[in-house]
């Protein structure tokens, strides 16, 4: 099977950082792209924060663009999500999503997301 596994998460004031590390592992090919979404309150819907894929393309959402960058160590199967100035309305629980090849087969994983709370 595949693992995907958040860390980093916390509690932070306003304008301070945080960084999330994401690592997928388990029986696959390889890992073509990995995501970061973010979901706040519980029930509604989740939001993308930022993808990479397994060549360097990345996309930020626009509500995090020039706070928040995205990286990925394709060795290692991880990918980083690096959160500065970070806000109050960041606060969420952050989920990350790994698309993998097993087989001849594209397949979406997800971790148990990771709380990031911002607050004075």
């Known amino acids: 099977q595949v693992q995907v596994v958040e860390s980093g998460g916390g509690l932070v004031q306003p304008g301070e950082s945080l960084r999330l590390t994401c690592v997928a592992s388990?029986?696959?090919?390889?890992?073509?792209?990995m995501a970061w979404y973010r979901q706040t309150p519980i029930g509604k819907e989740r939001e993308l924060v930022a993808f990479i894929t397994s060549t360097g393309t990345a996309a930020i959402a626009d509500p995090v663009k020039g706070r928040f960058t995205i990286s990925r160590d394709n060795a290692k199967n991880t990918v980083l999500l690096q959160m500065n100035s970070l806000k109050p309305e960041d606060t969420a629980i952050y989920y990350c999503t790994a698309k993998v090849l097993r087989g001849l087969s594209l397949y979406d994983y997800w971790g148990q997301g990771t709380q990031v709370t911002v607050s004075s």
């Open positions: 388990g029986s696959f090919s390889r890992v073509e792209s």
